[in-house]
């Protein structure tokens, strides 16, 4: 409107009245212009602000698509604070547990009194729950007033009924503990884990790093352990303990060709979950504490389980080629102005299956003299008598080996004592891989306690020949079939062994103590075929009733073999066969009737 | 306002790239909305596992062999089988259908329940002789005739006919 206005009056006109005009007009377009470019720059300041938002949100959307790729799988891979440990079959015997505990907080309710109800009623109520408590011990801690844990790794079930007692005052917090659901079960193989998170005394401990470093807690550490076998294994030993009144107990079961242990067992036992005072001992003498494995540990001087060794060494080495030569067996042996007896006469003479199945020290101690102590000594040192014993576990007992003379020469009592199992100790561990080699065809292996998958058995190192094995496993089931250890005879499984009663040597009166004694039964089966090996041990077994007052290994120790091969054998995919059995017609005709140790 | 072919171009191709991010946005907000899905059922996984894995132990705990056998001990009594109780191969079951040897002593009989009255079924609902059931269950004599559509139909609602004509 303004430019057309002025169009007519030409341009120079124009230009006067604007020169006169402009100096208000100029200023208010340029305010204007000022004012909207201003405007222009604010609105475009806000568009770039919320471009530069929305840019950033985009930014963050892409990356968190992108970046999820990252962390995902973080909450999945939420790995244990420490892997499991499994047996063979993967049934998990050790776990990382979120368990509950059960806390004290007597300033739940604040001020005033700490229970809803008295101590002594929640006690009970407590008891109800935990049959295993103290009651008194119960009592004292809920009226003390001090908080405190009043039970550790107790079960969800547990804590939801200790909710419905609606005790404020009675808490339980969630903590990663470690949990054996088994309880007391395989304690001594598995060991327990500190406060501080480390693996003790077991293969908690052996497989400490491996259990807690992040690359690998993710799987499993599997044991040659099978919990059935152990559980039976368990449950008799300790039926034979009870039964005899023995101190302790020691059972191992052994793969015979693999040297994998199936199953090992001490009594008494503990359980890692709850350790008690009594289970770890401060003192000196640790061997008194339940802790103390007795089969991996404990050295024994194990007596006559030795003789089939003694005998497989003269087999082997040709000192004995005819089973059927008698050696005299009515008059002590005399060497060196030192007795040997047996435990009662068996007649004038023996032969070789007979002096096995009798048990009988003099006939043993002879063939050993004629063996000589440098092929014995061979033998044993191949057996590793002399070492502790080859097994995973950080408990292994050093045996006492004899010294011989300065050149290392052992003397003729030492090697005859020896032949029969004494003046020398080993574990009950040394022994079981001892037997396997005895029945499985001549080869030692290490024993271990991990699985071993069939392509990765140990090598392994010959003993004897196969032949020496055959015949003694000819041997050890004629024993068991007629001889010392019918009552391990589980018919159907072709069990063979030998028994074993040795008497302790009580370092007070230096002497050995007739009724202080530890009875060992070593077993394998099944004879025609032997798969594994048993051994039960029992220390200080008693003469009561329940073992029709006799403290020998027949008595106390072969029974609980007797017990064990049958539950556990079809597990283990031994049929029991009553028509099956190892053929010993060629040395049957050599055997007699008799009773031994 | 000159519609010429390189701004029509101009117009086409920002468009082309205007829709082209939308969708790209929409499509990242979805992926994003199913990635977020995910990592919800992804931390249910877990929740779940560690329920399993709490159930499971205490499964275990309870169901552990030490407990086992406590209850055996006192409610069942159950011990191992024995060698005769297992049949290991088709061999061993074979021989149970071999002729007697001359010495072997002569095999159990039974007791034989030959010309004895068999007592009549009692319906444990009813607590009347089933002799009316029984005898349309069973033939009277020979085998059984082969079961077609319709005798099933008619047998399922014979019952209520039945029981109705006892009310």
């Given at each position: 409107m303004l430019a057309s206005a002025h169009a007519p009056a030409g341009p120079r006109f124009a230009g006067h009245v604007n020169t006169v005009i402009s100096a208000g007009r100029v200023e208010l377009v340029d305010v204007r212009q000022r004012a909207l470019g201003e405007a222009r720059l604010r609105a475009l300041w806000i568009l770039g602000l919320f471009a530069a938002i929305a840019l950033v949100a985009l930014a963050r959307l892409v990356h968190l698509g992108i970046g999820e790729q990252l962390r995902r799988g973080d909450a999945i891979a939420s790995a244990p604070r420490r892997g499991d440990i499994v047996d063979?079959?993967?049934?998990?015997?050790?776990r990382a547990f979120p368990a509950y505990s059960l806390w004290f907080n007597p300033k739940a309710m604040g001020e005033g009194s700490a229970l809803v109800k008295t101590p002594a009623e929640v006690a009970a109520a407590l008891l109800r729950i935990?049959?295993?408590?103290n009651y008194d011990r119960l009592v004292a801690r809920l009226a003390s007033g001090k908080p405190g844990?009043?039970?550790?790794?107790?079960?969800p079930e547990d804590a939801n009924r200790i909710h419905a007692l609606g005790e404020p005052a009675l808490e339980f917090p969630r903590e990663a503990e470690r949990y054996y659901p088994q309880g007391s079960m395989a304690a001594h193989v598995l060991g327990y884990v500190d406060s501080f998170g480390h693996g003790q005394v077991g293969m908690e401990a052996v497989f400490d790093k491996q259990l807690s470093e992040r690359a690998t807690r993710g799987t499993p550490a599997v044991l040659a352990i099978d919990a059935r076998v152990q559980g039976a294994l368990e449950d008799e030993l300790f039926t034979g303990m009870k039964r005899s009144e023995a101190k302790g107990a020691a059972g191992i079961i052994m793969d015979?060709?693999?040297?994998?242990?199936l199953a090992l067992a001490s009594l008494p036992s503990f359980n890692p979950n709850a350790l008690r005072p009594g289970d770890i001992s401060q003192k000196a003498d640790h061997s008194q504490a339940n802790i103390f494995n007795r089969a991996t540990n404990q050295t024994y001087e194990l007596g006559s389980v030795f003789k089939p060794i003694t005998m497989a060494a003269a087999i082997d080495s040709g000192v004995v080629t005819d089973l059927s030569k008698r050696y005299q067996s009515n008059r002590p042996l005399t060497i060196d102005g030192r007795q040997i007896h047996d435990s009662h006469s068996f007649g004038a003479t023996l032969n070789i299956p007979e002096a096995l199945i009798h048990s009988s020290n003099v006939v043993t101690g002879q063939v050993a003299d004629q063996l000589g102590a440098a092929r014995l000594k061979a033998t044993m040192q191949a057996l590793a008598f002399?070492?502790?014993?080859?097994?995973?576990?950080?408990?292994r007992g050093r045996p006492q080996w004899p010294r011989g003379d300065k050149n290392g020469v052992w003397s003729r009592v030492t090697t005859i004592t020896a032949s029969y199992g004494h003046g020398f100790s080993i574990t009950p561990l040394h022994l079981a891989t001892a037997y396997a080699a005895l029945v499985n065809g001549g080869m030692w292996r290490p024993a271990t306690l991990q699985k071993v998958a069939p392509d990765h058995v140990a090598q392994g190192r010959r003993i004897w020949q196969a032949s020496t094995s055959a015949r003694m496993r000819q041997l050890l089931r004629s024993i068991v079939e007629v001889g010392t250890g019918r009552s391990a005879n589980a018919p159907g499984f072709r069990v063979g062994g030998k028994t074993g009663t040795a008497e302790q040597w009580d370092g007070n009166t230096h002497s050995y103590r007739k009724d202080l004694n530890v009875t060992t039964f070593a077993a394998a089966f099944p004879?025609?075929?032997?798969?594994y090996v048993v051994i039960v041990t029992l220390d200080s077994p008693k003469a009561v009733s329940a073992t029709s007052f006799q403290r020998t290994a027949a008595w106390n120790a072969a029974p609980v073999v007797g017990k064990v091969i049958p539950r556990i054998g079809p597990l283990l995919g031994v049929m029991p066969d009553a028509a099956r059995d190892i053929d010993i017609t060629d040395i049957a005709p050599l055997i007699g009737d008799g009773e031994g140790e | 306002m000159n519609l010429t072919r390189d701004r029509l171009n101009t117009i086409g191709w920002g468009m082309a790239l205007t829709i082209c991010a939308a969708l790209t946005l929409g499509l990242t907000f979805r992926v994003n909305a199913v990635k977020s899905e995910v990592r919800l059922a992804e931390r249910r996984i877990v929740a779940l596992k560690q329920e399993k894995l709490f159930l499971e132990t205490e499964f275990e705990t309870r169901a552990n062999q030490q407990q086992l056998k406590a209850f055996n001990d006192v409610d069942f009594g159950y011990e191992a089988p024995t060698a005769a109780q297992y049949l290991e191969s088709e061999r061993q079951l074979a021989a149970y259908g071999k002729a007697r040897s001359p010495d072997a002593p002569s095999p159990i009989r039974v007791a034989s329940a030959q010309g004895l009255e068999v007592p009549q079924m009692v319906s444990p609902l009813t607590g009347q002789f089933m002799s009316d059931a029984v005898a349309a269950e069973v033939p009277a004599q020979g085998a059984r005739k082969p079961l077609k559509a319709g005798d099933l139909r008619d047998r399922l609602s014979a019952v209520p006919a039945r029981k109705a004509a006892a009310d």
């Open positions: 063979r079959n993967g049934v998990p015997l050790a935990f049959p295993d408590e844990y009043l039970r550790r790794r107790i079960l015979a060709d693999t040297g994998e242990v002399n070492e502790r014993p080859y097994i995973e576990l950080p408990a004879m025609d075929h032997p798969r | -």
